[in-house]
Structures are given as structure tokens and as C-alpha cells.
């Protein structure tokens, strides 16, 4: 029977607070543009670069604007250095509904874009980079869904704002949304455009608790929702610092052997222990076993280190760096990283007879160059002894002698 989930699913809601996928932000760092000027407008929902000037024309208005988004610079950056994630979003149109029992309406953004505010120096205006891709809104798309008992295919919806090249247009999109939703009258669907910071990714943390299923029927982590300990392994494991590629301390080759011998641990590990180190000694090892290893931090320092751990044993490609985990990442960056096998060349592993060989040869070429006759010295093999024999006597020492008796030009 599946161990009960139920308060790390409350606690993961409590996290962080209300998703503010649906529910209002009192986040001050947003940067509207529902009332900026069309022909910026037009070249912003076209996919060109745009600037907050090309957006904002009037001078009192630009300046808040601004401020405003080195506010949110700020923040997101912040964001993404202490937890790993891209909150920057341009978001497009809006939804607000009643629900019963609360003081506040939700106010959900319809489509999502990913986004960034470069600052352009000197000066204090900023572009804004959009991400190729925009989506509708999965929190929204999940209460829909509840709400109407029917599915909605957001990826359809989302394909009549596409147009030729990065242009989104999101007027088809709100449409064809408010015409699906008829049947809930107290759904607000209005047109608003901001540039605000969304986290993303809490609702599928909990679908992802709920989904844990049979995962928790057993095993160590079974064990410890149910509140018991876990029973330590009677044997120690087989040492595996033979293979070890990084010089690791005592205490951690011995929790390198354990994760080797397949056993899950909790390592407790106080800053400057060296656990960067031992990350990077486990993914060594794993690489060599021909297994993955998924690494989760909670801050980009982290992964950071121990790619430099990595990078000092020459194995920084075995990492790869997903700098946004909610974002769509190409397949091809992991299936593609290494050739499915060595290239073949004739110092190839694999091929040990031809490397033999090669090596033979080359210790031919060199027997035959020394034995070889050479006219009129002979070979190389035979002067070499007679060289040897007049260097016990160095050139140097008989002009030595002769200069000794020699008058000096000074002393006539």
C-alpha cells in the first residue's frame, strides 16, 4: 500500500504561497504595457527586437517603466541565482472568475512567453528578448478543464497565435477561449500585456507528488513516511577506489563505495567538506557503470562547482546544465552530447592488434635506422661506442692546458 503523501503535498502547497499562475501577485516588480504605444505593440507581437522606448514614448511614463524593469531585473536574477529557474515571462491577456469563499479574485495571464530584459548601456533603456515558443497558461488550462468537464488542447489553442517566423498574435487565442468558456458566465477574459516574474512549475511538483504512487509502497523512502528507520546494510560494500578518477577523502570513498553497491543514502554534508567533490565522484563513477545520475541543487552555485570539479579531471562533458527545468529542452543536447561510439583511428581501444602492430613497426624503423650501413662510417650502432669512448676526455680540457702556459698579454 502507498505511503501517505498527504503532508508533503500540504507543505509543497504552502511553499512559496498562492500559484501565481492563477491567483494576483502583490509582486510591485511588473512592468505593464497594456497601454504602450501600438506601433511598439505591433512590432513587439511581430517577434522584432523592441525596445521600453520603442514600447513607452511618453518621457514621464519611459522612466517608470524603467524602473521598473531594472526592478524585475533584479529579481529575477535573484530568482535564478538562489533556486535555479526562469521566472521572466511576457504574459498576454488575462482571466478572472469568482470562487466562493474568497476575498480576492484570481487573475490568471492567458499565454505565457518566456522573456528577458537586457539593459543596453550606456543609458538606462532596456531590449526585451522573447523566447521562440508561447503557451497558454497549464494552471489556467487545468481549472478550465475541472471547470468545464471537457479537455482543452492548450497546444491548439496556442497555434492560432502563431504566425510566420516569432510573431504571436494573442487576439485568436482570447477568442477562441471566451467561445469555448461561454458556458462560464462569471469568467472575465480581458487583453492586458505585462512583463512580470511567474515561478513556474509548482503545480507539476504536485502532480508529480500525486503521481509517486506505487513508488511509495516500498523501499527506503516507504520506510521513512511511515516513520521507521531505515535498517543500515550489514556487509560493507566492495571498494571501488581502483576505478576512481578524482582524489577523494576516506569519508567519501566510503560513500562513493555505498552509492556504487546501489544503496540510497541521505549524506549529511556542513559547507566545506569537499561535497561538490563527491557529487563529482559519484557522476564519474556512474559514467563509468554506464549510468545516469540526475542532479538536483538549489542554487546554480552548486551545480556550478561541481562542474568545475569535473572540468579539473577533464570530464566536464559528462555534466549538462539545464539552466531552466519548466522550459521545453531539446532532446538532441542529450541523446546527441557523445558519439554512440569512439571514432574509429588507430589508436582506438578496441582494435588492440592494430595498435600492436603499429607499435612494432615503428620499433622496426628504429632497429633498421641504427644497423643500417651507412657509407663510409658504417652504422650508427658502431660509431656510437668510439663517441662514447672520446668523450672521457672533453675537447675543452687541452686548451685549458695550452692557454695555462701561455703569457698573459697584460703581464708583457
Same mark, same amino acid.
Given at each position: 500500500?502507498?505511503?501517505?503523501?498527504?503532508?508533503?503535498?500540504?507543505?509543497?502547497?504552502?511553499?512559496?504561497?498562492?500559484?501565481?499562475?492563477?491567483?494576483?501577485?502583490?509582486?510591485? @516588480?511588473?512592468?505593464?504595457?497594456?497601454?504602450?504605444?501600438?506601433?511598439?505593440?505591433?512590432?513587439?507581437?511581430? /517577434?522584432?527586437?523592441? %525596445?521600453?522606448?520603442?514600447?513607452?514614448?511618453?518621457?514621464?511614463?519611459?522612466? %517608470?517603466?524603467?524602473?521598473?524593469?531594472?526592478?524585475?531585473?533584479?529579481? +529575477?536574477?535573484?530568482?535564478?541565482?538562489? @533556486? *535555479?529557474?526562469?521566472?521572466?515571462?511576457?504574459?498576454?491577456?488575462?482571466?478572472?472568475?469568482?470562487?466562493?469563499?474568497?476575498?480576492?479574485? $484570481?487573475?490568471?495571464?492567458?499565454?505565457?512567453?518566456?522573456?528577458?530584459?537586457?539593459?543596453?548601456?550606456?543609458?538606462?533603456?532596456?531590449?526585451?528578448?522573447?523566447?521562440?515558443?508561447?503557451?497558454?497558461?497549464?494552471?489556467?488550462?487545468?481549472?478550465?478543464?475541472?471547470?468545464?468537464?471537457?479537455?482543452?488542447?492548450?497546444?491548439?489553442?496556442?497555434?492560432?497565435?502563431?504566425?510566420?517566423?516569432? /510573431?504571436?498574435?494573442?487576439?485568436?487565442?482570447?477568442?477562441?477561449?471566451?467561445?469555448?468558456?461561454?458556458?462560464?458566465?462569471?469568467?472575465?477574459?480581458?487583453?492586458?500585456?505585462?512583463?512580470?516574474?511567474?515561478?513556474? *512549475?509548482?503545480?507539476?511538483?504536485?502532480?508529480?507528488?500525486?503521481?509517486?504512487?506505487?513508488?511509495?509502497?516500498?523501499?527506503?523512502?516507504?520506510?521513512?513516511?511511515? *516513520?521507521?528507520?531505515?535498517?543500515?546494510?550489514?556487509?560493507?560494500?566492495?571498494?571501488?577506489?581502483?576505478?576512481?578518477? !578524482?582524489?577523494?577523502?576516506?569519508?567519501?570513498?566510503?560513500?562513493?563505495? =555505498?552509492?556504487?553497491?546501489?544503496?540510497?543514502?541521505?549524506?549529511?554534508?556542513?559547507?566545506?567538506?569537499?561535497?561538490?567533490?563527491?557529487?563529482?565522484?559519484?557522476?564519474?563513477?556512474?559514467? /563509468?557503470?554506464?549510468?545516469?545520475?540526475?542532479?538536483?541543487?538549489?542554487?546554480?552555485?552548486?551545480?556550478?562547482?561541481?562542474?568545475?570539479? !569535473?572540468?579539473?579531471?577533464?570530464?566536464?562533458?559528462?555534466?549538462?546544465? +539545464?539552466?531552466?527545468?519548466?522550459?521545453?529542452?531539446?532532446?538532441?543536447?542529450?541523446?546527441? %552530447?557523445? $558519439?554512440?561510439?569512439?571514432?574509429?583511428?588507430?589508436?582506438?581501444?578496441?582494435?588492440?592488434?592494430?595498435?600492436?602492430?603499429?607499435?612494432?613497426?615503428?620499433?622496426? /624503423?628504429?632497429?633498421?635506422?641504427?644497423?643500417?650501413?651507412?657509407?663510409?662510417?658504417?652504422?650508427?650502432?658502431?660509431?656510437?661506442?668510439? =663517441?662514447?669512448? %672520446?668523450?672521457?676526455?672533453?675537447?675543452?680540457?687541452?686548451?685549458?692546458?695550452?692557454?695555462? @702556459?701561455?703569457?698573459?698579454?697584460?703581464?708583457?
Amino acid at each position: 500500500m502507498p505511503a501517505d503523501v498527504s503532508p508533503q503535498r500540504r507543505e509543497l502547497m504552502e511553499l512559496g504561497g498562492p500559484n501565481t499562475l492563477l491567483w494576483p501577485s502583490r509582486d510591485p @516588480h511588473v512592468v505593464d504595457l497594456t497601454t504602450a504605444h501600438p506601433g511598439g505593440i505591433a512590432m513587439l507581437l511581430s /517577434g522584432r527586437d523592441a %525596445r521600453l522606448s520603442d514600447l513607452v514614448r511618453e518621457p514621464g511614463a519611459l522612466l %517608470r517603466a524603467q524602473r521598473r524593469a531594472a526592478e524585475l531585473t533584479e529579481h +529575477v536574477e535573484r530568482i535564478a541565482q538562489e @533556486h *535555479g529557474v526562469h521566472t521572466c515571462f511576457l504574459a498576454m491577456g488575462s482571466a478572472s472568475w469568482h470562487v466562493p469563499g474568497e476575498v480576492d479574485r $484570481p487573475l490568471a495571464p492567458v499565454i505565457l512567453r518566456r522573456a528577458s530584459l537586457r539593459r543596453l548601456r550606456p543609458g538606462s533603456d532596456f531590449a526585451l528578448d522573447l523566447a521562440p515558443r508561447a503557451e497558454v497558461n497549464p494552471a489556467l488550462l487545468t481549472y478550465l478543464r475541472r471547470a468545464l468537464r471537457r479537455d482543452i488542447d492548450g497546444e491548439a489553442l496556442a497555434d492560432l497565435g502563431r504566425g510566420d517566423g516569432r /510573431g504571436f498574435n494573442p487576439t485568436p487565442v482570447l477568442d477562441a477561449l471566451r467561445e469555448m468558456c461561454a458556458d462560464l458566465p462569471e469568467l472575465n477574459i480581458t487583453s492586458r500585456i505585462v512583463i512580470a516574474a511567474y515561478p513556474y *512549475g509548482k503545480a507539476e511538483a504536485l502532480a508529480d507528488l500525486t503521481d509517486l504512487g506505487e513508488l511509495t509502497a516500498d523501499g527506503p523512502a516507504a520506510t521513512l513516511l511511515r *516513520g521507521r528507520p531505515v535498517e543500515a546494510p550489514e556487509q560493507e560494500p566492495p571498494s571501488v577506489a581502483d576505478s576512481a578518477v !578524482l582524489d577523494i577523502t576516506a569519508d567519501q570513498q566510503a560513500v562513493l563505495d =555505498r552509492v556504487a553497491d546501489g544503496q540510497d543514502l541521505y549524506v549529511d554534508a556542513p559547507p566545506g567538506t569537499g561535497i561538490a567533490q563527491l557529487v563529482a565522484a559519484v557522476i564519474a563513477q556512474a559514467a /563509468g557503470e554506464r549510468r545516469s545520475v540526475l542532479l538536483l541543487t538549489e542554487k546554480t552555485a552548486a551545480i556550478d562547482a561541481v562542474a568545475h570539479e !569535473l572540468a579539473s579531471a577533464g570530464l566536464e562533458d559528462l555534466l549538462v546544465h +539545464v539552466t531552466d527545468p519548466a522550459a521545453e529542452v531539446n532532446p538532441t543536447i542529450v541523446v546527441e %552530447r557523445w $558519439p554512440r561510439r569512439l571514432p574509429e583511428s588507430e589508436r582506438s581501444f578496441d582494435r588492440p592488434g592494430r595498435r600492436a602492430a603499429a607499435a612494432a613497426k615503428v620499433l622496426d /624503423g628504429h632497429t633498421h635506422a641504427r644497423h643500417e650501413p651507412r657509407p663510409p662510417v658504417g652504422g650508427l650502432h658502431r660509431r656510437r661506442p668510439r =663517441r662514447d669512448r %672520446r668523450s672521457e676526455h672533453p675537447p675543452s680540457r687541452p686548451a685549458l692546458a695550452r692557454a695555462a @702556459h701561455r703569457p698573459s698579454p697584460h703581464l708583457a
